[in-house]
């Protein structure tokens, strides 16, 4: 069956994919369905069970949607990828603004950031131009933005303003790029593939939050940052961590990786991932926000899907450009 799969040129390995991931949302969202139907004819359930189910129900039907949008980017090719990240970095920065203070002092700077930074980010992605690519926003962005800050002359708070401007513009432009950025990579022996390469990562970072939510509901008991994430536990990131590197494992044929390494990435995705949820939601907590906004039903905002891939993203590229790319 591998074997098949391997030899499939690369529109037949995804719509396969699709395939297979549309079959498991399918008895997701019909166990969901079940599970919501026993649970309202239960006049004593628990609270905490009906927003366990809800929860679970709501978490599936986003993931539909998420599945649909990656067919759309993946029809429209390397320029509809990248429309689409450009315009989830848009959304990802502004709702990090909305919940970080700004003055009047600051809107030149932000305006660059949003009409500016994000389409000649995403543009050098487009045109393949690497080296520009890592160091437009660290190096000029970095430097160029404070600059046209002090120009207005408000100096209270400026440091804080500034500092906080520029992690929106990491996270949301900078680190989030990364991933369609996997499109530029010239591997081996793996021409045209690398829409496979994203997906691959996409897969594993979003199945890796699900799974950790699902083994943290079932068997979770040591929280690891009560104060930061009550809702992660050890047990979740043991339980779907390692689940999801097993996924990782067996979807080998669709990257240039063997299994032993496909599941070495998949792990580093994991952690990462795990890792940037910890530090978003820290954020949140200091700016005293549950979400990071309401754009999407059950999951908040933007960023509270992308908190993952921001982290996972640049890791797993440069890992991917060093030990894999020509």
Request: charged content about 10%; overall charge positive.
């Amino acid at each position: 069956m591998v074997d098949y799969l391997v030899n499939l040129d690369p529109n037949q390995q995804f719509y396969c994919l699709i395939g297979g991931v549309s079959v498991l949302l399918f008895i997701a969202s019909s166990i969901g369905w079940v599970l919501k139907t026993r649970l309202s004819q239960q006049a004593h359930a628990s609270e905490k069970s009906r927003n366990t189910i809800n929860n679970l129900v709501v978490r599936v039907n986003a993931w539909w949607v998420m599945l649909a949008v990656l067919v759309v980017a993946f029809l429209g090719g390397k320029l509809g990828t990248v429309i689409l990240f450009g315009a989830i970095s848009y959304f990802a920065l502004r709702e990090f603004i909305t919940l970080t203070p700004t003055r009047v002092g600051d809107h030149r700077t932000l305006s660059l950031a949003f009409f500016l930074l994000i389409p000649l980010q995403y543009y050098l992605i487009y045109i393949e131009w690497y080296a520009l690519f890592t160091i437009l926003i660290p190096v000029y962005a970095f430097l160029l933005m404070p600059c046209i800050s002090v120009l207005a002359q408000d100096t209270e708070h400026f440091l804080e303003r500034t500092a906080k401007i520029q992690w929106g513009v990491m996270i949301a432009i900078y680190c989030i790029s990364h991933a369609p950025a996997l499109l530029l990579l010239k591997i081996p022996n793996y021409d045209g593939h690398n829409t496979l390469l994203l997906f691959y990562f996409l897969l594993i970072v979003q199945l890796s939050d699900v799974l950790q939510y699902v083994f943290g509901n079932l068997f979770g008991k040591t929280k690891i940052a009560p104060i930061v994430s009550p809702n992660k536990t050890l047990e979740g990131l043991i339980g779907g961590g390692l689940s999801a590197v097993a996924v990782g494992a067996m979807l080998w044929w669709i990257t240039p990786f063997t299994p032993l390494q496909s599941a070495g990435m998949a792990a580093v995705i994991v952690i990462m991932g795990f890792l940037g949820g910890l530090v978003m939601s820290a954020i949140k907590r200091s700016l005293g926000a549950k979400d990071w906004g309401n754009m999407i039903e059950g999951h908040g905002g933007m960023l509270d899907r992308m908190d993952s891939v921001s982290f996972a993203a640049p890791i797993f590229f440069h890992l991917v450009r060093y030990f894999f790319s020509a």
